[in-house]
């Protein structure tokens, strides 16, 4: 090993350590008491500590040599280092064990302020500004926040992520387990993902206290044994055409939303995403891309002769340029409210319905007050196909037919009730 000259007392000086340093001279220069200088390169100097443990030699290295202090270690700095991990040495502690465990301690408190200040609620709003992109659901992008904000914020919203556990997930879902099945199982599997996305960056280890099996299916029943069949609240068939009289007797987009939309028998998101894009006044045909189907599949919706004039009625109101959405809100480029048509059923005194009520109503119309095959009413509404066969088979969208059930449902929306409305012809079959 390397000697150093000039040594004060069998020691290293301030001087000779700053001159060692700067020739890059590789070596390792004693300073006693097991305390070394090591030269790597130019100005590449550092501070080691060699010591036995458990009759093993070790090298402990104590930090950069810098002559100022600033940027490592001056000699006298490096000395008292070297000599608090004598002091462990003495005390039966190993320094390198001891150093491990305070920047593993040091970095567990780092990652707990950093979870403390992820709550549940702003992390379930990072989940959804992450995720929301691709819910082409525009009921389904609602309801994420509506139904955390009115069952999980209040409990846990403020609660560190990190922190939350099965009984802050229970404390959820208990009171609506029972009374609300769908909504609570929603919540749950909404309260999982929001955990797992925080798992998932860091901001908390452990199981998912949200997880159904084997955790809390063996704590709350399932569904399937609470569930109460819940039907969307409908208007009776045969009290539609004053209900529609009604409906166009009041003012704004929403209600004329609301006529288009049972004109068509179609879904709330379906009627209030509509474009101008997709829609032929001439053919009398409006093309509902899939990304906006509940099926996933393309679905062309004949167009009568009332919901045409719905339509002209907003394009008459067109004034926005550019504007594609039929019903536009009061954003721009942006459609009208997914609460607007509930909101106005409130203001007619209908709250008690539900606007996907409405397809029930024709749909029980179509059974009762018509001789529809069942093939066509169910195109109508665009239902997937159960059985599997009949699909394989069925190539067609029954379009022709479905054309003239909808001009006889305009038309039977108009009239009092009374007789057993005739077939138009050509429904009488399914082919």
Not at 335 to 359: A, I, N, Y
């Amino acid at each position: 090993m390397a000697k150093a000259a000039g040594k004060l007392n069998g020691k290293l000086t301030a001087i000779e350590c700053k001159a060692l340093v700067a020739t890059g001279k590789p070596g390792a220069h004693a300073d006693g008491g097991n305390l070394y200088l090591r030269i790597a390169g130019a100005a590449a100097g550092k501070w080691t500590l060699r010591y036995m443990l458990a009759g093993k030699a070790r090298e402990m290295g104590l930090g950069a040599f810098d002559a100022d202090g600033k940027r490592g270690l001056t000699l006298g700095q490096a000395r008292e280092a070297a000599a608090d991990a004598q002091r462990m040495l003495r005390d039966g502690v190993d320094p390198l064990a001891h150093r491990k465990a305070e920047a593993e301690a040091e970095a567990a408190r780092a990652a707990a302020a950093v979870a403390k200040a992820h709550t549940f609620r702003t992390v379930a709003e990072l989940y959804i500004a992450a995720h929301e992109a691709g819910w082409r659901n525009l009921k389904h992008r609602a309801q994420w926040p509506s139904t955390l904000g009115a069952y999980a914020y209040p409990k846990i919203g403020k609660k560190a992520v990190g922190e939350i556990t099965t009984d802050d997930v229970l404390g959820c879902l208990n009171p609506i387990w029972n009374a609300k099945p769908e909504t609570a199982t929603r919540l749950r599997g909404r309260i999982e993902a929001v955990l797992d996305y925080a798992a998932a960056r860091g901001w908390r280890m452990g199981e998912n206290p949200a997880r159904w099996r084997g955790h809390l299916s063996n704590l709350l029943p399932r569904r399937s044994k609470v569930a109460r069949v819940e039907h969307h609240a409908a208007l009776p068939w045969q009290d539609m055409a004053p209900f529609m009289a009604r409906v166009r007797a009041q003012p704004g987009t929403a209600a004329k939303a609301l006529l288009f939309c049972i004109l068509t028998a179609t879904r709330t998101t379906e009627t209030l995403g509509a474009r101008w894009s997709e829609v032929d006044m001439g053919a009398a045909v409006w093309v509902v891309p899939g990304d906006r189907m509940k099926a996933g599949r393309e679905h062309r919706v004949p167009l009568s002769a009332d919901a045409l004039a719905v339509l002209r009625s907003m394009e008459a109101e067109r004034t926005a340029e550019g504007e594609d959405f039929i019903f536009p809100g009061a954003r721009p480029n942006r459609p009208l409210s997914s609460m607007s048509m509930l909101m106005l059923l409130r203001r007619m005194k209908r709250g008690d319905l539900t606007v996907h009520g409405f397809r029930s109503a024709f749909r029980d119309w179509c059974e009762e007050a018509t001789s529809t095959p069942h093939a066509v009413a169910e195109a109508a509404l665009a239902h997937t196909i159960g059985d599997k066969v009949e699909a394989a088979y069925r190539r067609g969208d029954l379009f022709q037919k479905r054309a003239k059930l909808m001009a006889e449902w305009a038309v039977f929306c108009e009239k009092a009730p009374g007789a057993i409305i005739p077939l138009a012809p050509g429904l009488a079959e399914a082919g």
